[in-house]
């Protein structure tokens, strides 16, 4: 099956711990994205990338890293220095030159 | 600052109505806008639109772009309930990275 998968589905944090939120895709596309989804509000960029090794903050980086040593995988990091990271994370691809984004089920972090 | 902007936020309508939901945006660089439908999880991909006048249409749904009004609507004819979901909009812009502004999205009910 070709897509893009993001685990956990449910992630529970306490306050002051770094957390890893993993994103895959076989979709072969070269650009991938990681946004967050708060109630009431639409996606905001977090980070995105291009190519390997490469990648760009979005309107949102502080308190997130993420790298890109795959193609197919783009893991995103939230550190203790995020002060509200309780949302729904959600990562996206596509093929570059390509303008439709194509989106993975979500990783819903709650921090305690 | 790039802007996108949906109305209405909320909507709740009866099965067999017909809905309009509108999304104007305000960015440099205008490269295409984008519709997803968000049920629970992943949003997914309804239309992608970059030439005014051009209605694109898939069964009840279909959209069309203004680019002078800086404005698109996406129509929902004879709704079912399997219609509620959040409808996002979304414009590309054209830097490197083909960055995705989302607007705050609109919350459709559809009851029975």
């Known amino acids: 099956d070709g897509g893009i998968t993001q685990s956990p589905k449910y992630l529970f944090r306490k306050e002051g711990q770094n957390v890893t939120l993993s994103c895959e895709q076989n979709?072969?596309?070269?650009?991938m994205y990681w946004y967050r989804q708060d109630p009431g509000q639409g996606l905001r960029l977090i980070y995105y990338s291009q190519i390997v090794n490469d990648f760009q903050k979005g309107d949102i980086a502080e308190g997130y890293s993420v790298s890109r040593e795959k193609k197919e995988s783009f893991p995103l990091t939230v550190t203790s220095a995020q002060k509200n990271p309780t949302a729904f994370y959600l990562c996206?691809?596509?093929?570059?030159?390509?303008?439709?984004?194509?989106f993975g089920p979500g990783t819903r972090l709650t921090v305690l | 600052e790039d802007k996108v902007v949906q109305s209405p936020l909320s909507l709740v309508v009866h099965e067999g109505d017909t809905v309009t939901l509108n999304c104007s945006y305000e960015?440099?660089?205008?490269?295409?806008l984008l519709w997803y439908k968000q049920e629970k999880k992943a949003p997914t991909f309804l239309f992608m639109l970059t030439s005014s006048g051009i209605e694109k249409k898939s069964g009840r749904l279909s959209s069309i772009l203004d680019k002078k009004e800086l404005f698109s609507i996406l129509n929902i004819t004879a709704t079912q309930t399997g219609d509620s979901a959040i409808y996002l909009c979304?414009?590309?812009?054209?830097?490197?990275?083909?960055?995705?502004?989302f607007g705050e999205g609109t919350q459709l009910t559809v009851n029975p």
């Open positions: 960015v440099t660089n205008f490269r295409s």
């Open positions: 979304a414009v590309l812009i054209r830097t490197s990275g083909s960055r995705l502004t």
């Open positions: 979709l072969n596309h070269d650009a």
């Open positions: 996206a691809s596509a093929r570059v030159g390509s303008d439709t984004q194509y």
